[in-house]
Nanobody, 126 residues
Framework: QVQLEESGGGLVQPGGSLRLSCAAS???????IGWFRQAPGKEREGVSC????????YYADSVKGRFTISRDNAKNTLNLQMNSLKSEDTAVYYC????????????????????WGQGTQVTVSS
């Protein structure tokens, strides 16, 4: 079973940056993986995903141009660089395995993501 642990969240002012990391307990070479987030009282929202071979990368429209996903299979890690943060980015962020990285996974994260960790809180506030 894959275990994932997110880190790197915190409090940041609007316009600031954060870099989230996700460490896996197993080799990630054969897994598509991504990030989703959940704000209080809201549904899960797919943020971004990347295929096992990095041939497919997708972003939600709400973060496109501001967030960059990357992976290091040698270190079994996934990262999310978040720039130009907005108050609406405030949420708990989770990394998770997905059967196939694509727009469908981002549009329906509850159905497409599995094995997420405890999450890391990101708060964007002045």
């Amino acid at each position: 079973q894959v275990q994932l642990e997110e880190s790197g969240g915190g409090l940041v002012q609007p316009g600031g940056s954060l870099r989230l990391s996700c460490a896996a307990s197993v080799a990630l070479d054969f897994y598509d993986i991504g990030w989703f987030r959940q704000a209080p009282g809201k549904e899960r929202e797919g943020v971004s995903c990347i295929s096992h071979d990095e041939s497919r990368v997708y972003y939600a429209d709400s973060v496109k141009g501001r967030f960059t996903i990357s992976r290091d299979n040698a270190k079994n890690t996934l990262n999310l660089q978040m720039n130009s943060l907005k108050s609406e980015d405030t949420a708990v962020y989770y990394c998770a395995i997905t059967y196939r990285c694509g727009l469908e996974a981002l549009e329906a994260p509850a159905a497409h993501f599995a094995s997420w960790g405890q999450g890391t809180q990101v708060t964007v506030s002045s």
